[in-house]
């Protein structure tokens, strides 16, 4: 088998073996590395808004991918709640069942429900990770990142800015001092030693 048969077989196998939910969270880690790092190259950008930019496209996926995981979580509890075989037969007969009755169309008909629950279930949790990813996507996420992106981005201006201050401020104090140490020093040299009232 050469090369890129190999290949071929192994994307198919991991392309078929994962849920929308894996996808979606492979696809927000790849973003939080390149898409920050794509900006930050942008040589017509100055570098702060390089920066800011960055961090809020880093803190966007950072947000989105446990949301992703989670959102999947809670589609495969779902979907193993609904791939049960009372979904799968009719309510007449899983009255029937429920009740006691152990008649062999009873049991039979239980038994057919449970073998199709099981065949269904990884559709079931594909689709429902499917809708999980979406809602996530178009409404958890946005609403999560508007919250908490404002007030982080927020602090970390404040910490630059409080920063930039009191690096100006150490400077112009230094500035400060050696304009007054140039000036003793100037004042020093041209002193002539005069006392008042000297001979």
Same mark, same amino acid.
């Given at each position: 088998?050469?090369?890129?048969q190999?290949i071929?077989?192994k ?18 880690t790849? +973003?939080?590395?390149f ?5 930050m190259?942008d +040589? ?23 949301v ?19 979904n799968?037969?009719?309510?007449k ?8 009755d152990?008649s *062999? ?6 038994k ?5 629950? +099981? ?12 809708a @999980?990813?979406c809602i ?10 508007s919250?908490?992106?404002k ?5 970390? *201006?404040?910490?630059?800015?409080? +920063? ?16 007054q140490n ?10 002539? @030693?005069?006392k008042?009232?000297?001979?």
């Amino acid at each position: 088998m050469g090369i890129k048969q190999t290949i071929e077989k192994k994307l198919i196998k991991f392309g078929a073996n994962n849920s929308p939910t894996f996808v979606a969270m492979s696809i927000a880690t790849a +973003k939080g590395i390149f898409r920050p790092a794509f900006t930050m190259t942008d +040589k017509k950008e100055n570098y702060e808004t390089k920066r800011y930019t960055a961090l809020r496209e880093g803190l966007t996926e950072v947000i989105a991918i446990p949301v992703y995981f989670l959102s999947g979580l809670i589609s495969k509890s779902i979907s193993k709640r609904i791939a049960v075989a009372k979904n799968f037969m009719s309510k007449k007969m899983y009255a029937k069942y429920k009740s006691g009755d152990k008649s *062999e169309e009873v049991l039979n008909a239980f038994k057919h429900a449970e073998e199709l629950a +099981k065949i269904n279930l990884p559709k079931i949790e594909s689709t429902s990770a499917f809708a @999980g990813v979406c809602i996530s996507a178009l409404f958890l996420i946005p609403l999560i990142c508007s919250a908490t992106i404002k007030p982080i981005m927020n602090s970390i *201006e404040k910490r630059d800015l409080r +920063k930039k201050n009191s690096i100006e401020y150490n400077v112009k104090n230094l500035n400060t001092k050696n304009y007054q140490n140039t000036f003793k020093s100037l004042y020093s040299g041209y002193s002539t @030693g005069m006392k008042v009232g000297g001979l």
